[in-house]
T-cell receptor, first 118, second 112 residues
Framework: GAVVSQHPSRVICKSGTSVKIECRSL??????MFWYRQFPKQSLMLMAT?????????EQGVEKDKFLINHASLTLSTLTVTSAHPEDSSFYIC??????????????FGSGTRLTVV | GESVGLHLPTLSVQEGDNSIINCAYS??????FIWYKQESGKGPQFIID?????DKRQGQRVTVLLNKTVKHLSLQIAATQPGDSAVYFC???????????FGRGTSLIVHP
């Protein structure tokens, strides 16, 4: 089945530094990947839609200069949290849709990245 | 916009009992619904889905019921096991938008 790998699973960084999170589709190609943020005991909040070869589409209220998304290939999307602050601490999750299956909404999620900014 | 909520934040059951997790949605245009299971520290895992042209769908030990009249769906888990303990999310999507909106989540606790 479709597998999405996310790395790192946990990261601790100092305030003001940047952190890059990778999302890879291991056994399929994905023109579209999604990035979510989840606070403790909360639901998933869509941050942005990552499109291979083009700019990401950000949801309202998400700072595109703060959360840089790059989808350089059909199997890799990266989320960079720039100038991180403690309030950026959260669980970040990516998901991906196999190429040509946009109508199939049950797409695969990565295992998530726990970011802690100190 | 879409608003999806869950009736109870926590559901406790005994091992072997059947579990029912409920979800309400607000957008009558929603035509695709998905249930996900999320274990602690992990990403959501697809359980089962249903389209609006159906009112019931069964999987292995799970059944999803959809009532479009009252905009409500439920996830039934038969013979609940300790491994079923997790947070369950419902999600709804509308025609033309392939990005589902997630509900708040229900924490299922299974007591041995």
């Amino acid at each position: 089945g479709a597998v999405v790998s996310q790395h790192p699973s946990r990261v601790i960084c100092k305030s003001g530094t940047s952190v890059k999170i990778e999302c890879r589709s291991l056994d399929f190609q994905a023109t579209t990947m999604f990035w979510y943020r989840q606070f403790p005991k909360q639901s998933l909040m869509l941050m942005a839609t990552s499109n291979e070869g083009s700019k990401a589409t950000y949801e309202q209220g998400v700072e595109k200069d703060k959360f840089l998304i790059n989808h350089a290939s059909l199997t890799l999307s990266t989320l960079t949290v720039t100038s991180a602050h403690p309030e950026d601490s959260s669980f970040y999750i990516c998901s991906a849709i196999p190429l040509g299956q946009l109508s199939n909404y049950g797409y695969t999620f990565g295992s998530g990245t726990r970011l802690t900014v100190v | 916009g879409e608003s999806v909520g869950l009736h109870l934040p926590t559901l406790s059951v005994q091992e072997g009992d059947n579990s029912i997790i409920n979800c309400a949605y607000s957008n009558s245009a929603s035509d695709y619904f998905i249930w996900y299971k999320q274990e602690s520290g992990k990403g959501p895992q697809f359980i089962i889905d249903i389209r609006s042209n159906m009112d019931k769908r069964q999987g292995q030990r799970v059944t999803v019921l959809l009532n479009k009249t009252v905009k409500h769906l439920s996830l039934q888990i038969a013979a609940t096991q300790p491994g079923d303990s997790a947070v369950y999310f419902c999600a709804a999507a509308s025609g033309g938008s392939y990005i589902p909106t997630f509900g708040r989540g229900t924490s299922l606790i299974v007591h041995p």
